[in-house]
């Protein structure tokens, strides 16, 4: 590497470092209310984008158990405080009896990338050092949960130093990192577990700037695979990282939230995201939508989910415990008249 790259990636390290100071949670940047960028944004993804990893065969006793964890912020010091809190927390879950069926961290896995766009794409190339944060955290992962655990990711994850170029190459370096992993199945992937419908969105799909990064955008091919998952009876659990806010009366809600209004069920349908560090729940058109407070900040900040494939429920089983911001929400009851009979179809519960 030639000396003049090396100064200016030790330029940029020094700069990031700065820049991102703790978990990066200022609000200015994290806590953005989500809009659309404009029409004629291209979403710069790889071609290969959505994943669907293969079914289990038939539908085992019990329901799913799924944690969901948040904005996580890992450093490649282990003694960081994020980074205690993580392992941390995937060591009780991995420990735990009954056994968790996954693990899912809905996005800023990472603080950042820390290296400079040249760098990251000489490693692409195979002609420069691996990106250090990432080969750290496919480590970590490897170590505690390596068949359970599931990543999307958020505008923390596709970051140089606190700086947003477009989604491309950063997607790209998830990948290889992650490569042979089940962790990282792509951008876009969806799973059923014990006839529970697992579905992973990108949030910063359409992102051209740093600011749209932290926007949650969809694009149109991400939201015409997303309609598809969602013609499943299976109850389903939706993941993103930018949290929505409700949509205020008389105002047009987001596409995302349309697509999942026109597809009510039979099971549950609960979506799960992260970005702003706080717990946050709300109610809207059926759909249940819950924001994860940040792991960095404690490793008891999880969200303990079942999904039950037979009725159609899911149940937070920890919901009680945790520190919302907003009041508790009402049970759906949709589920409550149906039962799956002997061939797992949908029938009228004579009850």
């Not at 978990?23 to 071609?47: F, I």
């Not at 303990?304 to 009725?311: A, F, H, L, Y």
Request: one cysteine or more; aromatic letters at 10%; proline letters at 8%.
């Amino acid at each position: 590497m030639r000396a003049g790259r090396i100064a200016t990636l030790l330029a940029g390290m020094v700069a990031g470092l700065l820049a991102c100071g703790g978990t990066g949670s200022a609000r200015d940047d994290d806590g953005n209310r989500p809009d659309a960028v404009a029409d004629e944004a291209v979403a710069d993804l790889p071609a290969e984008t959505a994943h669907d990893l293969p079914a289990e065969a038939g539908l085992p006793a019990g329901p799913a158990r799924i944690a969901v964890v948040t904005d996580t912020h890992l450093w490649m010091d282990d003694t960081f405080a994020n980074n205690v809190h993580w392992i941390e927390a995937i060591r009780t879950l991995a420990s735990q009896d009954p056994a968790w069926d996954r693990i899912v961290s809905t996005g800023d896995n990472i603080d950042d990338l820390f290296t400079a766009p040249f760098a990251l794409q000489e490693w692409l190339d195979g002609t420069g050092d691996p990106v250090e944060i990432l080969v750290h955290y496919r480590g970590l992962v490897d170590a505690h949960a390596p068949s359970i655990f599931r990543i999307l990711l958020g505008n923390h994850d596709v970051r140089y130093f606190d700086t947003f170029e477009g989604n491309g190459p950063p997607l790209a370096a998830w990948a290889k990192a992650f490569q042979g992993s089940p962790a990282y199945p792509g951008p876009w992937w969806s799973e059923e577990v014990r006839g529970c419908r697992l579905v992973a969105l990108q949030s910063n799909d359409l992102a051209t700037n740093h600011a749209d990064n932290d926007l949650a955008t969809f694009g149109a091919a991400q939201l015409a695979w997303l309609e598809q998952q969602l013609t499943s009876d299976r109850p389903t659990i939706v993941f993103w990282h930018v949290f929505i806010e409700p949509p205020a009366d008389g105002e047009t809600p987001p596409e995302v939230m349309q697509v999942l209004a026109r597809h009510p069920g039979p099971g549950d349908r609960v979506v799960f995201t992260g970005h702003e560090h706080e717990f946050r729940r709300y109610q809207w058109q059926g759909v249940r939508f819950y924001q994860g407070g940040s792991l960095a900040a404690s490793a008891a900040w999880v969200h303990q989910v079942e999904c039950d494939g037979e009725t159609g429920a899911i149940t937070i089983l920890n919901e009680a415990d945790l520190p919302y911001s907003d009041p508790p929400l009402p049970r759906q009851v949709q589920f409550r008249v149906q039962f799956r009979d002997s061939h797992h179809n949908w029938r009228p519960n004579p009850m």
